[in-house]
């Protein structure tokens, strides 16, 4: 079959529209966010939600509400027709659909090796590791900085190491471990934020929404711009949490300082992390980390800012837009 004509059948359809409805569905979410100047990572959040999943249902909706969609009249009177595009040579020699079906290979590589390998070890890890802890103490910092928190407290294990750790299982028996380096490094105040932030993830991790939307979101594992934003939707996420740590401690500055202690030495990268900047890849995932970590820092010390009124409004009208502009785009 020749490669142009693939993308004439259903399934070459459906890829060719998913890519690029999600690709407007992108430009105007990052539009309707920067116009309306919202700030609060949770809404942001549920804008970016459209990018993962409208692309996934808007071909089949659409050709149910109008089956003459792929047909040459339509085509002819659309806005976008991706076979004009796809059918076009490059220096005469190399199809732009060879370059299509490229970027979609690469990204379902990248979604293998960055996303369904790293999952499926941590799973194996998790079940085959054994986290050896001790509960803290009723007098120990550590109980005093959970204790004072007003939730319902999960169970915390402290683990003799002098490195920097701390993080959060998930499921029906969440706990949260961390080190007696960080213990000792952090005061109360920035040991309470920490434990907040963790009991955050903790929480948010039992929405079914956040679940559905991850399975959702594999099946569009072979489209760039759902793999880009699907990562800002998860940045977005640990913004969250640091709101809902302010929440329960008031202490924005604390949690600001505990991530510096936790990510940083007065000389930049905390030196475990410096040890990984040994390839490309690597340097690049936590240059981006290092980003993400500043901007939240940034963010605590300069105080969240929270958009009160008409969000659902925003987000319905900017909903609709998509809708509409990608029904012409085929």
Not at 81 to 87: I, P, T
Request: aromatic share 12%; with cysteine.
């Amino acid at each position: 079959m020749n490669i142009s004509n693939f993308f004439n059948t259903y399934p070459g359809m459906y890829i060719t529209q998913a890519f690029f409805h999600s690709l407007i569905a992108a430009i105007i979410v990052d539009r309707s966010i920067q116009a309306w100047k919202i700030s609060n990572p949770l809404i942001k959040q549920r804008f970016r939600f459209i990018v993962i999943v409208f692309p996934i249902f808007s071909f089949p909706v659409f050709q149910l509400i109008n089956p003459d969609r792929g047909s040459i009249s339509f085509r002819l009177e659309a806005l976008f027709d991706a076979n004009r595009w796809l059918n076009l040579e490059l220096w005469e020699k190399i199809p732009v659909s060879l370059l299509f079906i490229l970027i979609l290979f690469i990204t379902t590589l990248v979604f293998i090796l960055q996303e369904v390998i790293p999952i499926l070890m941590h799973t194996i890890e998790s079940k085959k590791s054994t986290f050896e802890g001790e509960r803290p103490d009723d007098d120990s910092i550590v109980y005093k900085a959970l204790n004072s928190l007003p939730v319902e407290k999960p169970d915390v294990f402290i683990i003799d190491d002098d490195e920097f750790i701390l993080f959060s299982t998930t499921g029906s028996k969440a706990v949260i471990f961390l080190s007696t380096g960080l213990v000792n490094e952090l005061n109360i105040e920035q040991l309470q934020a920490a434990l907040a932030h963790e009991i955050a993830h903790i929480t948010r991790s039992k929405r079914p929404l956040i679940l559905l939307i991850f399975l959702l979101r594999i099946l569009m594992f072979f489209n760039p711009v759902v793999l880009i934003d699907f990562r800002r939707v998860v940045q977005e996420d640990e913004k969250i949490c640091d709101d809902i740590a302010i929440s329960l401690t008031q202490k924005p500055h604390a949690l600001s300082e505990a991530l510096r202690t936790l990510y940083y030495t007065t000389e930049g990268l905390n030196p475990a992390q410096t040890q990984k900047l040994s390839n490309l890849r690597t340097s690049i995932e936590e240059y981006s980390h290092h980003l993400l970590i500043e901007s939240r820092i940034k963010r605590l010390e300069q105080g969240p800012v929270y958009n009160t009124g008409g969000e659902w409004f925003k987000f319905i009208l900017t909903l609709i837009v998509i809708i509409v502009i990608n029904y012409f785009v085929v």
